[in-house]
């Protein structure tokens, strides 16, 4: 009955129409349905007597849903403003688009068959490193956070020491009142989808402690030394002067390298930085650079390359040794900050941080991506030993902060 109204359409305007659709609305039918279709008494003639227009839709099933959605990727249809569908892809899919699509064949057609030359061949799998229980956790505890505070978005990674196999990346955005999801597409609030991997901002305090392994490394400092802390406030080189939220306590001139990081002292750090380095700071920079602060680990297509001020610049002022020293003059994406802070956690190698860990056909593993050190040993031991106390100390102690 649909075909035969479509029969009448073409009858009444005379010239024909030259599409109509096959199913009611826009139905899609999978290759196998495609196939039985093709079998139907008029569609199984070549199109010069059935008209049968098969176009190709892409698409990426998941079966866990949204989870890791920014990450993973995905194929979207699209279009061009004169009507031309092309597809986009983005995420682990575009990264591994050549291994996930297969190949196409190639033939030719006599009257009577079709000869094939070269056979299609199906894509392979990829293996990631993701752990579903872990993501699913890692998504709740985020949301729940984000709506506590009304943020605007937030990310969160999940790193596994030994190998800097990442278990869990989570990206959610704010949407509405209270809503928060993880999409691969621009919002009022966010520009930036996959805010883990492609967003740079300024890290703050969470960079103190880069600054100070850099110190610790190049003995510009010992965990027993001390730092005048001015009260909590101090002007470096004449610029507005840096305060810190957390106010020293009364009778007191010093701060232990310990007590800096714990009361999370912008001053103490400057303090730190500054009369270690002021005199050779490219070599401060340079060890920034051996501790992957500007790596990008091309872990997807559009991951950001993190940077921050070096005395290569012309606009390079001392100022910006300070301001470097408590996590600003930089810009930084949240998986450098995690492989940085993994490098503590592990004795001190900087490992390059996993998202895929093999390729599989038909379910054999033909091609596997093993752990990866960047860089053996980049803090030693007694720096690694001495940081991971003072950490304790930020968030076990009372007056941490």
Not at 41 to 63: C, H, Q, T
Not at 103 to 115: A, I, Q, T
Not at 381 to 394: G, W
Request: proline share 3%; hydrophobic share 35%.
């Amino acid at each position: 009955k649909h075909l035969r109204t479509g029969l009448n359409i073409n009858r009444r305007r005379g010239s024909g129409r030259r599409e109509y659709p096959l199913c009611p609305g826009p139905t899609y039918i999978t290759y196998s349905q495609y196939k039985d279709i093709k079998k139907l008494p008029i569609m199984n003639l070549s199109s010069a007597y059935s008209g049968l227009i098969a176009k190709e839709f892409v698409d990426r099933k998941k079966i866990f849903g949204s989870l890791a959605k920014s990450t993973l990727g995905d194929i979207v249809a699209s279009e061009d403003k004169r009507g031309r569908k092309f597809n986009v892809t983005y995420g682990l899919e575009k990264k591994y688009d050549s291994l996930l699509r297969g190949k196409e064949g190639s033939g030719w057609k006599e009257k009577s068959r079709l000869r094939v030359d070269v056979p299609a061949q199906n894509g392979v799998d990829i293996q990631t490193t993701l752990n579903v229980e872990m993501q699913d956790i890692c998504e709740k505890a985020l949301r729940n956070q984000l709506v506590l505070r009304d943020a605007m978005a937030g990310w969160a990674i999940l790193m596994e020491t030994s190998t800097g196999d990442i278990k869990a990346i989570v990206n959610l955005t704010k949407v509405g009142e209270g809503q928060y999801i993880e999409t691969n597409e621009q919002t009022q609030y966010s520009k930036t989808p996959n805010l883990a991997l492609c967003n740079l901002m300024e890290p703050g305090s969470i960079f103190k402690t880069v600054a100070l392994a850099a110190a610790l490394e190049e003995g510009r400092i010992n965990p027993d030394d001390s730092v005048p802390h001015h009260k909590g406030v101090h002007r470096f080189y004449g610029r507005k002067s840096i305060s810190d939220s957390h106010k020293p306590k009364e009778g007191t001139t010093h701060y232990s390298i310990t007590e800096v990081l714990k009361y999370s002292s912008n001053v103490g750090m400057g303090e730190i930085v500054n009369n270690g380095f002021r005199k050779d700071a490219k070599t401060f920079t340079e060890k920034l650079k051996a501790l992957g602060m500007n790596r990008n680990f091309g872990l997807i297509e559009s991951e950001a390359t993190p940077y921050f001020a070096t005395p290569a610049r012309k606009s390079w002022s001392l100022s910006d040794l300070v301001s470097l020293s408590y996590g600003y003059a930089s810009m930084m994406t949240a998986v450098n900050m995690v492989a940085f802070y993994n490098t503590i956690a592990n004795g001190g190698d900087l490992m390059k941080p996993r998202l895929v860990k093999g390729v599989v056909k038909d379910g054999e593993l033909i091609e596997e991506f093993a752990p990866e050190v960047l860089e053996e040993g980049v803090l030693a031991h007694t720096t690694t030993e001495a940081l991971t106390k003072m950490l304790i100390e930020v968030v076990n102690a009372e007056d941490g902060t």
